[in-house]
Antibody
């Protein structure tokens, strides 16, 4: 059974930093591209980033480019999202998702999702 | 970026009804469209990929169609478990975008 378990969310001041992690199990982590998707309270879904199987290719939404960094440790079956210069509009539940294949650049959907971790940016 | 729209934003229906949700892309996305179901407080669940490919374990009352810029999700006979919010998503490029969602509520 595929499981994705996010951690690292919490309350952070505007301008602060936070690092999210996602531990994966139930599939060969190194064979799947991965992604982060967020959902602001009461709002829709927004793709945040994707990363290739090796971690050498990453893609980020314009709204987070230059502030967020996505990485992975295949030896630990773990995906990370390093968030800096956080803003109020970054407040959301952040979902770790598995992509249905190896191509982080597109043409594959998110086939499994974690339960999410809440990030609140507020003073 | 490719913009996605969905209609209606809210759909009131009864158990046993046939319902259709429409999703439109601002430019052609070929068949690279998925439908997700989300219930309150839960993560989204992939129902359909590549516009019409039903995922394993998803009831056959769900179906998808379309290509290019216009797509539909149809539930042939609504069941109590189907009341939820449905999102479409294009993944034609790395910059994936979701539709705003359609909330399916009890009439």
């Amino acid at each position: 059974e595929v499981q994705l378990l996010e951690s690292g969310g919490g309350l952070v001041l505007p301008g602060g930093s936070l690092r999210l992690s996602c531990v994966a199990s139930g599939f060969i982590f190194g064979d799947s591209a991965m992604s982060w998707v967020r959902q602001a309270p009461g709002k829709g879904l927004e793709w945040v980033s994707s990363i290739s199987t090796s971690g050498t290719s990453t893609y980020h939404a314009d709204s987070v480019k230059g502030r967020f960094t996505t990485s992975r440790d295949n030896s630990m079956n773990t995906l990370h999202l390093q968030m800096t210069s956080l803003r109020g509009e970054d407040t959301a539940v952040y979902y770790c998702t598995k992509l249905m294949g190896i191509r982080a650049s597109g043409t594959i959907p998110h086939d499994f999702w974690g339960r999410g971790t809440l990030v609140t940016v507020s003073s | 970026d490719i913009q996605m729209t969905q209609s209606p934003s809210t759909l009131a229906a009864s158990v046993g009804d046939r319902v259709t949700i429409t999703c439109r892309a601002s430019q052609s996305i070929n068949q690279w469209l998925a439908w997700y179901q989300q219930k309150p407080g839960k993560a989204p669940k992939l129902l359909i990929s590549d516009a019409f490919q039903l995922q394993s374990g998803v009831p056959s009352r769900f179906s998808g169609s379309g290509i290019g810029t216009e797509f539909t999700l149809t539930i042939s006979s609504l069941q109590p478990d189907d009341f939820a919010t449905y999102f479409c998503q294009q993944y034609n490029s790395y910059s994936r975008t979701f539709g705003p969602g359609t909330k399916l509520v009890v009439k």
